[in-house]
């Protein structure tokens, strides 16, 4: 079995348009692989801290795992995740991964998807909020699959993040930044609302901050329950994982991603729509990452040898 640390993903520079691909290949695929809802969970003497337990096999990949995620909101970062590869065959593990930088790849990728998709065609505007790994990774995802695009963003302040953010990204001439200092300032006349914060306790804007049109991806599904209420489509990427939302029943239209992607729904009708995009986060796109990474970058990667046992009994 191949231990995959942290450092050796980040070395191997994997291509930001090659990880946009491969979410719309396992969206395309979602039917063809087992995906069970995650197990989450949240320990009451522990506010915000959750424990989330990911499986899924996708045997068209010959590969399975789990993916466990962790959150504690006072840590940095305050996720972590740590995953295993299994060869679907024999059910051997073949790698230990840390997947910290898997999941902000592959959340970043869904999010640019979601926007292609579901956005105006001729958005401008985007209000971001939180402005940490999964952030960057998803301007540089977009930067790579829509080099052209020209974007006013606007950012919300918060701590120095926004400073940040702004010189990681001084030399892309296509991304005009404007940074706000309330929730309203950053949702108000956005073509796309993208949040990334780990951890909010409330909603974040009143229904009037969402003009007609708007898409609004919340990574994280935090902060825009209100807009459940009121918005004209919810698109998600697991019917199974969002149920228990607490206005679930009250959606005006819900449908999965992939069944918009294989055209058995559909998705923006309308330039006044408004829509809710709850990429929730399924450990398919997790364990295909981890797959694609194990077959072309790991080969120098030196084994640890794991024996099993041989007799039937070994007690």
């Not at 993916?67 to 295993?84: C, E, G, Q």
């Not at 230990?96 to 292609?116: E, G, K, Q, Y």
């Not at 001084?170 to 309330?182: A, I, K, L, Q, T």
């Not at 990427?237 to 029943?249: M, S």
């Amino acid at each position: 079995m191949k231990i995959v640390s942290f450092e050796d993903i980040m070395n191997f520079n994997i291509d930001f348009k090659e990880a946009y691909n491969w979410v719309v290949e396992m969206l395309k695929n979602k039917e063809s692989a087992y995906l069970p809802p995650k197990i989450s969970i949240k320990p009451d003497e522990k506010p915000g801290v959750f424990y989330n337990v990911m499986p899924s096999v996708l045997p068209k990949e010959n590969a399975a795992g789990v993916k466990l995620v962790t959150r504690y909101p006072d840590s940095s970062p305050s996720l972590n995740s740590l995953l295993i590869l299994c060869d679907y065959q024999n059910g051997k593990p073949v790698a230990l991964m840390d997947a910290n930088f898997i999941t902000a790849l592959r959340t970043a990728a869904v999010a640019v998807h979601s926007i292609d998709l579901f956005a105006l065609k001729d958005y401008k505007t985007v209000g971001l909020i939180g402005l940490g790994n999964v952030m960057r990774a998803t301007l540089k995802v977009m930067a790579s699959v829509f080099p052209d695009k020209d974007l006013d963003i606007k950012l919300l302040k918060y701590k120095d993040t926004h400073i940040s953010f702004q010189e990681e990204f001084r030399d892309y001439e296509h991304f005009h930044f404007n940074v706000v200092d309330s929730y309203d300032a950053v949702v108000s006349d956005s073509d796309v609302v993208i949040s990334a914060a780990t951890y909010l306790g409330k909603d974040l804007c009143d229904d009037s901050c969402f003009k007609k049109g708007v898409t609004v991806i919340p990574v994280h599904t935090l902060g825009f329950t209100n807009c459940d209420l009121f918005f004209d489509k919810v698109f998600v990427d697991d019917i199974g994982h969002v149920k228990h939302f607490k206005y679930f029943n009250y959606f005006k239209s819900v449908a999965e991603v992939s069944d918009v992607i294989n055209g058995r729904a559909e998705g923006r009708t309308d330039d006044s729509e408004r829509i809710i995009v709850y990429n929730i986060g399924i450990s398919l796109h997790d364990i295909f990452y981890a797959n694609k990474i194990y077959q072309k970058y790991c080969s120098e990667i030196k084994d640890i040898e794991m024996k099993t046992p041989d007799a039937k009994y070994w007690f």
